[in-house]
DNA sequence: TTGAAAGCGCTAACAA
DNA sequence: TTGTTAGCGCTTTCAA
């Protein structure tokens, strides 16, 4: 019952075969007999085989891993948990397996999950990055060939493929629909001062209110402290309204939030 | 740039050194000169050399992976994210990686994925089944004598550890709460009918119920439709009220919601 | 259609 | 303290 590893040279015996015909099976190969096939199978069953893929790898010429990894800031978060679960799908769908890991905003962690999935062989990376994220983080990473795909936030000058949401242009939307609610008092909400989701969104929020002839007020622009403690500076009444309409979909970047006051 | 694969041999020559005491530096044994140490080291480092993982573990006799897997049912429930996240924190500081699946509720899914993970050679389990896991489900898994912890679900007849949250006793505590306040009509609403948890806090309520003297009524209990839809069958009047004090952390097991009219 | 043999990158005796 | 040698479990030519 305990663990004594059943190996590829177990089952060949056990099936009166060789190693590699064992090994073809394994790979669903055409070129065995069926018969043969099925009298392996049945004692892979039987013998409770289970394939050791760090081997194959090891021997494969072009080690192929079949796993990608998927390294996100905060999973609890539910806007990410959600991603991680799209991606998921996606990539069981494509059978590969997903190693999914969580830096919790800190860039020290999210090198150790890097460096321990690289060990690992992952195939390919997807990286929602921690705050404060450099292009020089991911030297090594993108050096080394393996393909990264960045997500939902930009690094400044790194050589990755990039899938963010476009904040300004979201922005320019979303004070115009308030302005067109007859709302002239609009405040400003962009989460973590220090990102650069942060300066997109406000760019695009002080853009657009010009464009509606609005004068934009500091005392309207509230961000978040970089320790996760809301800045709030209470100014004069101020009520929640919401953007626009919400989806809930991990495929979808999030709209920023907006308030505003008749 | 691109990916030639470094290996202990390549570090070995460059630093004029054998295979096996690169293999020792790597392993941070103290048997090795100081100074040869520093320069196999800065040789890893210039030729950006990666450990293989696998081969290591395919070589050592113990087949020490360092890795973990996770599997939960619903990552999009931020209470098993949070559970993942708390999981990650321990896990990786114990120097071990996570390797974290959802399965979507889906047996199927959680059979793949736990097969996936075996053969990636995890080496341990901890596992948030998936609504209808079986014992037998998890047959082979403990078979194999690798070991794995349930949480969260019950799993009856299955000879895994187990850690679960207390219903019943939670049923008591917070019916008695309620009745505590005056209120006599207590709702029950315990989540999706078809699962142990929902025996369990039902089971609790009403012997909660009766120990107080009152009569259990069949229209005050409340359940989900196993499709995720709520089967509500509007009733008389219900306010809704929580059922005591609420932490917020993953190392805490939910309690049941209850309702209740004065 | 199947078998024999070599080798993937690493670690673990055993020598030196 | 370091080098030599022999595999871990698998895939892959190359023959049969």
């Given at each position: ?40 199978n ?51 769908s ?63 000058g ?60 500091d ?20 009520c ?23």
């Amino acid at each position: 019952m305990s663990g004594e590893r059943v190996t590829v040279i177990d089952i060949a015996r056990a099936a009166g075969v060789s190693k590699s015909t064992v090994s073809l099976v394994l790979q669903g190969s055409p070129l065995v007999h069926e018969e043969t096939r099925a009298k392996v199978n049945a004692v892979i069953r039987d013998l409770g085989y289970v394939y050791n893929r760090g081997a194959a790898n090891l021997r494969q010429s072009n080690s192929k891993s079949k796993i990608i990894g998927i390294v996100v800031n905060d999973l609890t978060n539910s806007f990410f948990a959600e991603l991680a679960v799209g991606v998921d799908v996606v990539v069981q769908s494509a059978g590969y397996v997903q190693f999914l890991s969580n830096t919790g905003e800190s860039v020290d962690r999210q090198s150790e999950v890097i460096a321990s999935m690289r060990e690992h062989g992952i195939s390919g990376l997807i990286l929602s990055p921690a705050r404060g994220t450099e292009a020089v983080d991911l030297k090594a990473l993108v050096a080394s060939g393996i393909p990264v795909v960045n997500v939902v936030r930009q690094i400044a000058g790194a050589k990755v493929s990039s899938l963010i949401s476009d904040n300004r242009a979201g922005m320019h939307e979303a004070v115009r629909h308030l302005a067109g609610l007859g709302h002239r008092r609009i405040a400003f909400l962009g989460g973590f001062a220090d990102t650069a989701v942060f300066a997109d969104r406000l760019t695009g929020y002080r853009e657009a209110l010009v464009a509606l002839g609005l004068t934009p007020q500091d005392e309207l622009v509230i961000s978040s402290a970089p320790r996760g403690r809301v800045a709030w500076r209470p100014s004069s009444g101020l009520c929640c309204c919401a953007s626009g309409r919400r989806r809930r979909s991990a495929s979808m970047m999030r709209s920023p939030s907006v308030s505003a006051t008749g």
